[in-house]
């Protein structure tokens, strides 16, 4: 309840993430019966890079402002700035789109998203920015309880995401870990995106050996870092842990990987890692 994203809107970690939630998205527009999009920790939906929040960590100056500037980008990783310059007037990148925002532009008006939030303030916001988009349905509620309300969804098919703010540190992933397995049971068709910080990577292995021995399929980590994951005083690195990846997806992901090992590391190119924890192999 403490963390507010706005002081992290932009960075590494949202470039990363909302990436791959762009890619899942587009994966799930390719058969044209409708879709629904589930995310357990919403946010406020959308950011203002320039405003006071923002502007006290900087940090979307190593993130989605340091993107923007290269060039020959993957299309993956095009598309996507092209959805964050599409809500900006200009050149100049203010307004940033949280994974709410990003996921109403690329839903079709047969998809549908709901979006759970808790903190008072940020479910405020994000009534008034989808108040005229019936698409988009709002619940201020624990996002780990209402999986087991809201799954599975009437369309059948659609995308959980899961991300947390980590408050609780490790034993948010034990969290995870249980809404996850009780959410597989009630829709094992879903796509799940589990978005994961890395400060030091031991301390995510437990993680990735319960995903593996879950008995969920096609289980793929992505896994980007700008600093060597030595320290637990800091951010290094972040990962997305996808639960039935789409067909073909990882293609994707090797594609970008590399590209923001190497533009967002800091002190030099940073390092990158994509596993197959679970499901047969090709």
């Given at each position: 309840?403490?963390?507010?994203?706005?002081?992290?809107?932009?960075?590494?970690?949202?470039?990363?993430?909302?990436?791959?939630?762009?890619?899942?998205?587009?994966?799930?527009?390719?058969?044209?019966?409708?879709?629904?999009?589930?995310?357990?920790?919403?946010?406020?939906?959308?950011?203002?890079?320039?405003?006071?929040?923002?502007?006290?960590?900087?940090?979307?100056?190593?993130?989605?402002?340091?993107?923007?500037?290269?060039?020959?980008?993957?299309?993956?990783?095009?598309?996507?700035?092209?959805?964050?310059?599409?809500?900006?007037?200009?050149?100049?990148?203010?307004?940033?789109?949280?994974?709410?925002?990003?996921?109403?532009?690329?839903?079709?008006?047969?998809?549908?998203?709901?979006?759970?939030?808790?903190?008072?303030?940020?479910?405020?916001?994000?009534?008034?920015?989808?108040?005229?988009?019936?698409?988009?349905?709002?619940?201020?509620?624990?996002?780990?309880?209402?999986?087991?309300?809201?799954?599975?969804?009437?369309?059948?098919?659609?995308?959980?995401?899961?991300?947390?703010?980590?408050?609780?540190?490790?034993?948010?992933?034990?969290?995870?870990?249980?809404?996850?397995?009780?959410?597989?049971?009630?829709?094992?068709?879903?796509?799940?995106?589990?978005?994961?910080?890395?400060?030091?990577?031991?301390?995510?292995?437990?993680?990735?050996?319960?995903?593996?021995?879950?008995?969920?399929?096609?289980?793929?980590?992505?896994?980007?870092l700008v600093h060597a994951d030595n320290t637990p005083l800091r951010l290094n690195g972040c990962g997305m842990a996808i639960v039935n990846t789409p067909w073909?997806?990882?293609?994707?992901?090797?594609?970008?990987?590399?590209?923001?090992?190497?533009?967002?590391?800091?002190?030099?190119?940073?390092?990158?890692?994509?596993?197959?924890?679970?499901?047969?192999?090709?």
């Amino acid at each position: 309840m403490n963390y507010r994203h706005a002081f992290h809107a932009g960075n590494f970690a949202d470039v990363l993430k909302h990436a791959v939630l762009l890619g899942l998205i587009e994966a799930l527009r390719a058969k044209p019966t409708p879709f629904c999009c589930l995310d357990t920790h919403a946010g406020s939906g959308r950011y203002l890079l320039g405003g006071e929040q923002a502007r006290k960590t900087g940090e979307a100056a190593a993130g989605v402002l340091r993107l923007a500037a290269a060039r020959d980008l993957p299309p993956l990783l095009q598309r996507y700035l092209d959805h964050v310059r599409a809500l900006n007037a200009d050149d100049a990148l203010d307004v940033y789109p949280g994974s709410p925002l990003l996921a109403a532009r690329a839903l079709r008006a047969q998809d549908r998203a709901v979006l759970c939030e808790l903190h008072p303030e940020e479910t405020a916001a994000l009534r008034a920015l989808f108040r005229d988009d019936k698409r988009v349905h709002v619940h201020q509620r624990d996002g780990y309880a209402a999986l087991k309300a809201l799954l599975p969804p009437a369309e059948k098919r659609g995308l959980v995401l899961i991300d947390p703010p980590f408050e609780a540190q490790e034993d948010e992933f034990r969290a995870i870990e249980a809404a996850l397995a009780d959410a597989w049971k009630r829709w094992p068709n879903g796509v799940y995106a589990v978005w994961y910080p890395i400060k030091l990577h031991r301390h995510v292995l437990p993680f990735h050996r319960w995903l593996a021995a879950s008995g969920m399929k096609n289980v793929w980590v992505a896994e980007l870092l700008v600093h060597a994951d030595n320290t637990p005083l800091r951010l290094n690195g972040c990962g997305m842990a996808i639960v039935n990846t789409p067909w073909r997806f990882e293609r994707e992901l090797a594609a970008i990987l590399p590209v923001l090992a190497r533009l967002l590391g800091r002190d030099g190119p940073g390092r990158q890692r994509l596993t197959r924890l679970a499901g047969e192999r090709p």
